[in-house]
């Protein structure tokens, strides 16, 4: 049998997957892509601009469809089909038979008809090629304008954002911004989200005429106002790709669309049309997950036939259009039917303008049951709600508990999960509903979220429902009487803490000795880094010695940072952020000799990149002689002590911040921890060294300093606690010793502070009595712990260089040492080079 | 067809590619052939030897011989220092769910030798 797939976009792809997982005998299968990539994630286009590249989007390698035995022809769209006799006649030249033939054409930008459209500088969004002209047209100008203020042309105008336009213009012709989701509320908060992340929003404006030579210049609006600007891209809706099934006479609606049945086949039986381009119930799906349902509803179709049977098993009835999306800077969702009211239905609303939230949930007059619903700005209840608003769960009592701030609703959102019914569709994108999961996980023995992926498919489409999946999956184990044990990995059967504390009850000191007394098998990427911390912690022995080099995670065996293109990075440290002019110029000497491109970090030093592995002995040889010393960037380990210039300089200092950042830095440098750890002081309340965002921040007072603590920046910024207040130097280390060791003993792998603390039942109040009131009576243990660690420092680079064994692991080919990585490769940027692109 | 001179004393098919104690225990090292960069792990703990293209396929890095090797469920297994992806040493196929492998060559030690087998990859 042989099947023809027209378009190699995302249903496409999806339909031949599913296809060949039946491995049918005697199939053929043969693919027409119009563009030049084999299909790729439409998705997350825009990711294009976060610099994603074709590789990473591409749903799978040209090679996959080869060793499925898929002929995909690119760059080759069909033009005609004869339908009947079953033929078809590529632009190519190839003239085919067909038994089936699926169309998966998609869609293209709908092109409103405005005079000057077609002018240099006006562009659409929608394919890879699309993006590429945008971005390299963006270089040139300033001004950009999206004309849509849908879905996709807000996300259009945070493309031009990422790519340095400034306050680009977002034109929309509806009174409100995304109309068909958003109510009118919801918009105006959506609006105001937008502008003050610097969007220029203008809604209820027709545009009239584009203005320009040959190159855009500005736009004219029908009211009379007009705008410049040097660019303008399009997302004013789509337009369904039915032109070939027009021109052979398949049945299409106005906008272009393939009418369908029930199962997907067009008005001739042996053609049928999925994704975006099909026509169901008068209605364009213009989603994945239904373009996904379109695509297994077909394969079934296909089976069918092979197997020469008249029994439909499968069969689409329409598709839930429910979404959630990351929007630039907050989140949006709307579900069931968002714009429900009147005097059946009861509507709550929650406002909140300043924080930008607003959600609206419409319920049945008596209470019972949700409609559906609008969120902004907090989207952590969506897939609960949708599941309760699809598979009509009984409300509570409260309804309005359902949208208030999620930590109230923790509770009912685990009741929540138990409610649902088996076939409550958990993944949308590929379909997965309850009972799939659980059973992953009481038939198949899956416990980790990467076994679910690879059992159910759930979660790897857009991603959306992996926290539910792991809370169905958490939820389920627990059911099984699976105790969900924190342990390491497969080779130990212990927590980080137990572990931490087994270690140093035996005296252990090489990864091999604790694998051998209290491990199984031999090891892995997960325990050989844990435990090589734990080691450190304990010992604080060089970490390369005793054949502990191997254990160490990649940065730690080298002793750098490796970045892009297999090169190091490295940092001496320069405490306190305080450098004599002597000392920048060895920097500056250095960089220069060995060719390092050289910035400025976040954390207060100098960073010098683009090191070859066998250079990075002799770089720091020099920086050592000059009296540096390796600054831990590489390690789970103290990074910086941020300082401000404090009362030396400056005329509102209360303290000499500097001198006691260089005293703490120089304390605890070296120190390796659960993760890394990082520290600031401030000369006084108005805070330049950002203290309060640090794992222990310290802030001046007139009395002496304040001492924060678990603050964190990162991806989920958390303020740090305050601990002490108007405390001496010598009570302020006594208490970072004693909060550090406590830190490193009991968090678990790659916790920070503020994570850590965030688990600790009775939280900074029990902390604080830990630390300051000595209430588990460690204290005095804690701190000469820390003074035994504080004596065993050594640089690390100092010994590695002055040891020929560790020496000479620094090279990149071991049968020619002297010869560098042939395939390191720069770019030049900005007098300086970097690191060339992924490959 | 002419060959470029050998960098290695050629022994039949298999090529001498460096000392056993050149190799770091429990770790890899990185072999040059010509052209070719090839990874040898020395997996101590099981007394054995394994040898792989360097390149990790992922990003095309050459970095897989300075990467952590282990178990999973008692397959040998490297784990490439960029993104952690993980590869079978003795099959090549990827572990942690891509679909991509890499290539595994047959190595031996003799007499504190050790030899590859790359009868598959030409000198150019
Ligand atoms: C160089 C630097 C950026 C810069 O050009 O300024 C930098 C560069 C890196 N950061 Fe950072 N971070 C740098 C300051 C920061 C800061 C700001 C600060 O320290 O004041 C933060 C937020 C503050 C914080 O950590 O709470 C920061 C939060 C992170 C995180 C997120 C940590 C978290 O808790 O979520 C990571 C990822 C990680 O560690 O797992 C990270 C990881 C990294 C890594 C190690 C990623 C990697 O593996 O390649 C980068 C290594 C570069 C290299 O090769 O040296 N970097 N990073 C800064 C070095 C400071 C220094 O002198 O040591
Ligand atoms: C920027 C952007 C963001 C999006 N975000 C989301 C989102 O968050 N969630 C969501 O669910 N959906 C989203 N979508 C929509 C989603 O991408 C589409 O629903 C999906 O791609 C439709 O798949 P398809 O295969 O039907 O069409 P397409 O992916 O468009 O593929 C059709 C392919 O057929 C080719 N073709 C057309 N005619 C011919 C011919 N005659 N011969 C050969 N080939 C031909 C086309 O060139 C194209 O490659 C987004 C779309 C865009 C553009
Ligand atoms: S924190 Fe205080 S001392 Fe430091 S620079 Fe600012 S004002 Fe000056
Ligand atoms: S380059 Fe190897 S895992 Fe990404």
């Known amino acids: 049998m042989k099947v023809v797939v027209i378009?190699?976009?995302?249903?496409?792809?999806?339909?031949?997957?599913?296809l060949i997982a039946k491995k049918l005998p005697d199939l053929e299968l043969i693919v027409f892509g119009e563009e030049q990539y084999p299909a790729y994630d439409r998705v997350h286009l825009s990711d294009f601009f976060n610099g994603k590249g074709v590789d990473d989007l591409t749903l799978a390698p040209a090679s996959w469809y080869a060793e499925n035995n898929i002929k995909l022809h690119l760059c080759d769209p069909v033009l005609y089909i004869r339908n009947s006799i079953k033929l078809l006649q590529t632009y190519k030249g190839y003239v085919m038979h067909y038994d089936i033939l699926v169309m998966a054409t998609g869609s293209a930008a709908f092109v409103p008809n405005i005079d000057g459209i077609d002018k240099r500088g006006v562009f659409l969004y929608r394919t890879i090629e699309d993006l590429h002209l945008i971005q390299s047209y963006a270089k040139k100008v300033k001004r950009g304008a999206v004309i849509g203020g849908g879905l996709l042309g807000l996300e259009a105008a945070k493309a031009l954002l990422d790519l340095g336009i400034k306050n680009p213009d977002v034109i929309e012709f509806a009174p409100r911004l995304m109309p068909r989701q958003l109510d009118e509320s919801g918009s105006k908060i959506l609006s105001n989200t937008l502008t003050n992340i610097g969007l220029n929003i203008h809604t209820n404006k027709n545009t009239a005429k584009i203005s320009g030579k040959e190159n855009?210049?500005?736009?004219?609006?029908?009211?009379?106002?007009?705008?410049?600007?040097?660019m303008i891209v399009i997302s004013a809706g789509i337009k369904p790709r039915g032109e070939l099934a027009v021109e052979c006479g398949l049945e299409t609606g106005i906008n272009g669309g393939i009418v369908v049945n029930n199962f997907m086949q067009t008005s001739d039986e042996n053609i049928y049309a999925i994704g975006e381009c099909a026509l169901y119930n008068e209605m364009t799906y213009g989603l994945i997950a239904p373009g996904y349902e379109m695509a297994d509803v077909t394969v079934n179709e296909i089976c069918r036939i092979h197997a020469k049977s008249n029994i439909r098993t499968k069969e689409f009835t329409g598709f839930d259009m429910s979404t959630k999306l990351k929007l630039?800077?907050?989140?949006?969702?709307?579900?069931?039917?968002?714009?429900?009211?009147?005097?059946?239905v009861r509507n709550i609303v929650l406002k909140d303008t300043s924080k930008g939230i607003y959600k609206r949930i419409?319920?049945?007059?008596?209470?019972?049951?949700?409609?559906?619903?609008?969120?902004?700005g907090d989207t952590t209840q969506y897939n609960i709600l949708l599941q309760t608003c699809k598979n009509k769960l009984i409300l509570p009592p409260h309804p309005e508990d359902l949208i208030l701030p999620a930590r109230d609703v923790k509770k009912e959102e685990g009741a929540g999960i138990v409610a649902l019914p088996d076939d409550a569709l958990i993944c949308s994108c590929e379909s997965v509903d309850k009972a799939a999961i659980c059973s992953a996980v009481i038939n198949q023995g899956c416990e980790t979220i990467d076994d679910i992926?690879?059992?159910?498919?759930?979660?790897?489409?857009?991603?959306?429902?992996?926290?539910?999946?792991?809370?169905?999956?958490?939820?389920t184990m627990k059911q099984q009487g699976k105790y969900v044990r924190n342990v390491l990995c497969e080779h130990f059967n212990y927590s980080r803490q137990e572990l931490f504390d087994l270690v140093k009850l035996h005296d252990l000191r090489t990864y091999n000795q604790v694998l051998d007394n209290l491990g199984k098998g031999d090891g892995c990427e997960i325990c050989k880094p844990a435990i090589s911390s734990i080691l450190a912690s304990l010992w604080n022995e060089m970490v390369l010695v005793k054949g502990n080099d191997t254990s160490q995670d990649s940065n730690d065996r080298f002793l750098a940072n490796i970045q892009k293109g297999g090169t190091y990075s490295v940092v001496p440290r320069i405490p306190g952020g305080e450098i004599t002019p002597e000392k920048l110029i060895v920097i500056g000497q250095v960089a220069?000799?060995?060719?390092?491109?050289?910035?400025?970090?976040?954390?207060?030093?100098?960073?010098l990149f683009g090191a070859h592995v066998s250079d990075l002995p002799s770089i720091w040889s020099e920086l050592i002689a000059a009296g540096f010393e390796s600054g831990h960037a590489y390690g789970k380990a103290l990074r910086t002590v941020k300082s401000c210039v404090g009362s030396t300089w400056c005329r509102f200092g209360l303290q000499d911040s500097v001198s006691f950042a260089i005293q703490i830095e120089e304390r605890y440098r070296g120190l390796r921890a659960p993760h890394k750890f990082k520290s600031a002081v401030s000369g006084c309340i108005r805070e330049c060294a950002e203290a309060q965002s640090k794992d222990f921040g310290i802030i001046a007072t007139e009395k002496g300093w304040n001492l924060y603590v678990c603050g964190n920046g990162g991806s989920k910024p958390q303020h740090a606690h305050l601990l002490a207040t108007d405390i001496d130097?010598?009570?302020?280390?006594?208490?970072?010793?004693?909060?550090?060791?406590?830190?490193i003993r009991t968090a678990d792998t790659l916790t920070r502070t503020a994570t850590w603390l965030n688990k600790m039942e009775g939280g900074i109040n029990y902390l604080r009595n830990v630390v300051v009131n000595d209430s588990l009576g460690m204290a005095e243990q804690w701190e000469q712990e820390m003074q035994a660690l504080v004596n065993a420092y050594q640089c690390e680079w100092k010994v590695a260089i002055e040891t020929p064994e560790i020496r000479k692991r620094f090279n990149h080919f071991i049968n020619a040492p002297e010869e560098k990585d042939p395939t390191v490769k720069f770019d030049a940027l900005r007098e300086q080079k970097k690191a060339a692109n992924w490959k | 067809m002419l060959k470029e001179p050998k960098i290695f004393e050629q022994n039949a098919h298999w090529i001498l590619a460096c000392k056993a104690e050149d190799v770091v225990e429990n770790g890899g090292v990185c072999v040059k052939y010509g052209e070719h960069q090839i990874a040898i792990f020395y997996f101590t703990r099981r007394?054995?030897?394994?040898?792989?293209?360097?390149?990790?396929?992922?990003?095309?890095?050459?970095?897989?011989?300075?990467?952590?090797?282990g178990t999973k469920n008692d397959e040998p297994k490297v784990a490439c220092p960029f993104h952690k992806k993980t590869f079978s040493l003795a099959t090549g196929k990827c572990l942690s769910g891509d679909e991509c492998s890499i290539n595994t060559y047959p190595i031996k030690e003799e007499n504190g030798n050790v030899y590859i087998c790359v009868d598959s990859l030409p000198l150019t």
């Open chain 1, 729 to 743: 130097s010598d009570t302020c280390i006594k208490y970072i010793d004693r909060f550090l060791m406590f830190y």
């Open chain 1, 592 to 607: 220069q000799k060995y060719g390092l491109y050289t910035k400025i970090t976040g954390g207060q030093r100098i960073d």
């Open chain 1, 362 to 376: 419409n319920v049945t007059a008596d209470g019972k049951h949700l409609l559906g619903g609008v969120l902004i």
């Open chain 1, 328 to 344: 630039v800077g907050t989140d949006v969702a709307s579900f069931g039917d968002p714009f429900a009211q009147g005097d059946t």
């Open chain 1, 7 to 18: 378009g190699n976009g995302m249903v496409g792809y999806k339909f031949c997957e599913k």
């Open chain 1, 453 to 475: 992926k690879k059992c159910t498919k759930a979660g790897t489409g857009c991603g959306g429902c992996l926290p539910m999946v792991k809370d169905l999956m958490v939820y």
């Open chain 2, 47 to 69: 007394n054995e030897w394994y040898a792989t293209q360097n390149e990790c396929p992922h990003k095309k890095q050459m970095a897989l011989s300075r990467g952590m090797i």
């Open chain 1, 216 to 230: 855009v210049t500005g736009m004219q609006f029908t009211d009379g106002t007009s705008l410049s600007t040097d």
